[in-house]
């Protein structure tokens, strides 16, 4: 019956995500908000809240702080090997080349805060809880900060790419005489499905974690994981397959933004039982470090653009992601 839930649920993702995507780029072009502000804010909000809705089950009912932190962590780790997915679909070339600097500034910010993250766990861990009245750690309340000063960064670097070069967007014609009003009716019932069964399949990830057996934080970091992060990789191909690649990307490093700079407070601020850091796993600070090391490779990618491979579409830079996934599962596995 768990396999026959997931399958349901995976299936209305597809379906929905996809219309999700289209109508999002629709969005971007009729407004000239940008794909990529589209993809780091809207998109990336909507298909993480399945990550949120298991945060707050696993802290607020489970009891269970490592089998959420697992789940954002895993799902930074997941987010940024789409970028590698992205690129097998992408067939113009390697993915990261085709990008502006508008990514380049949301990974960065991405890459930051998820150091910031892993810097204060180590410091709960070893030297001093930081918690505000034994109930709220102090680090939550920054990291929420730091995500609204990146987001606001992020605004503002794209009003001030609106009187340049565009995203080279181009918007299929058989929906340009569809009012604004209607495509943002369309866009929320795809946003209510797709969060619906994206949080539908975190639970069932959550049996999936049961019935193996395996520590809640490796069980959070894989299967949780690749459940919540369903809504990311159905959203982001749709967006290859439009053309919207810097919506796809957008949508997931934007993803990784808010389960560091949101969903941690908002977790932090329902476990009754202290400051949230105070009793994760350090393995978690391993987690977030693969983050970071794959994070400075899209980045380098997006700045270097290495051509190493003329004759093949998949970028060396996309592979390097890829390999350092499974090698940062494999770790936290023998861990």
């Known amino acids: 019956m768990v396999w026959i839930k997931f399958t349901i649920c995976l299936a209305v993702i597809v379906v929905a995500g996809t219309k999700l995507s289209k109508y999002g780029d629709l969005i971007a072009h009729k407004t000239g908000l940008g794909r990529v502000w589209i993809g780091v804010v809207l998109l990336a909000t909507i298909t993480s809240l399945p990550e949120l809705a298991t945060g707050i089950s696993s802290v607020s009912i489970i009891g269970k702080p490592d089998l959420t932190l697992g789940d954002l962590f895993g799902s930074n780790l997941l987010n940024l090997a789409i970028i590698a997915l992205i690129d097998v679909f992408y067939t113009r070339g390697p993915v990261l080349h085709f990008l502006g600097t508008g990514i380049v500034l949301t990974t960065v910010l991405s890459t930051m805060l998820i150091a910031t993250v892993a810097m204060f766990l180590y410091t709960a861990q070893n030297v001093s809880s930081l918690g505000i009245m034994n109930y709220l750690g102090l680090y939550s309340i920054i990291f929420l900060c730091l995500y609204l000063l990146a987001q606001y960064m992020i605004f503002r670097f794209q009003r001030a790419q609106q009187g340049q070069a565009t995203d080279n967007e181009s918007v299929t014609t058989d929906h340009e005489g569809i009012a604004l009003k209607k495509i943002s009716v369309f866009f929320t019932i ?143 596995y023998f861990m």
């Not at 919540?228 to 982001?236: F, H, L, M, Q, R």
């Not at 983050?291 to 491979?309: E, N, T, W």
Request: with cysteine; proline share 3%; aromatic share 12%.
């Open 190 to 332: 795809a946003a209510l499905a797709t969060i619906g069964a994206g949080t539908w399949l975190g639970f069932i990830g959550n049996e999936i974690s049961e019935v193996t057996g395996l520590k809640s934080g490796f069980v959070g970091t894989l299967f949780l994981a690749i459940c919540t992060s369903a809504p990311e990789i159905v959203v982001a191909i749709s967006a290859v397959r439009i053309g919207a690649v810097d919506m796809a990307v957008g949508n997931v490093v934007g993803s990784n933004l808010f389960n560091m700079g949101v969903i941690i407070f908002i977790d932090d601020l329902l476990y009754k039982a202290g400051p949230i850091f105070s009793y994760a796993s350090m393995g978690h600070i391993n987690t977030a470090l693969f983050a970071v090391l794959m994070s400075c490779v899209v980045i380098i990618g997006l700045i270097f653009r290495p051509r190493f491979l003329p004759r093949f579409w998949v970028g060396i830079d996309t592979t390097i992601l890829a390999i350092l996934y499974f090698g940062a599962i494999t770790t936290l």
